[in-house]
């Protein structure tokens, strides 16, 4: 682009944008959820045209925090979720109800076993001693469990690699005599 020579990019006015502005995005479901008012289910992937705003007054480490306003595509009631950055995740607010989730609750629960574990190992030495013998116990039941079903699957396709080729050779002389005749 041409610039002449007097231009003072100062003298542009600025543009003075309200700070809640709404934005027209296309965007995807982020979970299954189902309509308060009628009753639909709206699964996971399911495409919107929504408004996109900044939550004002919220963060999470410097982070915005966005609300989306989505419309059932039954009833046309507005439906609203925010970004939960804290655990990489949204958070329903009103208009329907999310779905149950049982991976999400599997997850937590591994994550609060593991650290009343951990929580437990630092206070009690001989628990930590006790954990390991548990844990290396398991890893041979593993490996002898493995070395079982290897031997099993041995048995099973005891394959004779030579009988077959000495077959295979057999058919092909056969083929060959019959051709001669």
Known sequence: KYYPPDFDP???????LPKDRQYVVRLMAPFNMRCKTCGEYIYKGKKF?????????????????FRFYIKCTRC???????????????????GATRNFQAEKLLEEEEKRLQKEREEEELNNPMKVLEN????????????????????????QA???????????????E?????EQE
Not at 10 to 16: D, G, H, N, R, S
Not at 87 to 94: F, G, R, S
Not at 158 to 172: C, T
């Open 158 to 172: 005891n394959v004779d690699f030579e009988a077959m080729l000495k077959q295979y050779k057999e058919l092909e």
């Open 76 to 94: 046309l009631a507005e439906i609203t979720f925010k970004t939960d950055p804290e655990n990489t995740d949204y958070t329903m607010e009103h």
């Open 49 to 65: 045209n929504a408004r996109k705003e900044t939550v004002q007054n919220e963060s999470y480490l410097g982070l915005p925090i």
């Open 10 to 16: 100062a003298k542009i006015p600025k543009l003075k």
């Open 174 to 178: 056969e083929q060959r005599r019959k």
């Open 132 to 155: 390991r013998t548990k844990d290396s116990r398991l890893e041979m039941e593993v490996l002898e469990n493995l070395q079982e079903l290897k031997e099993l699957n041995q048995r």
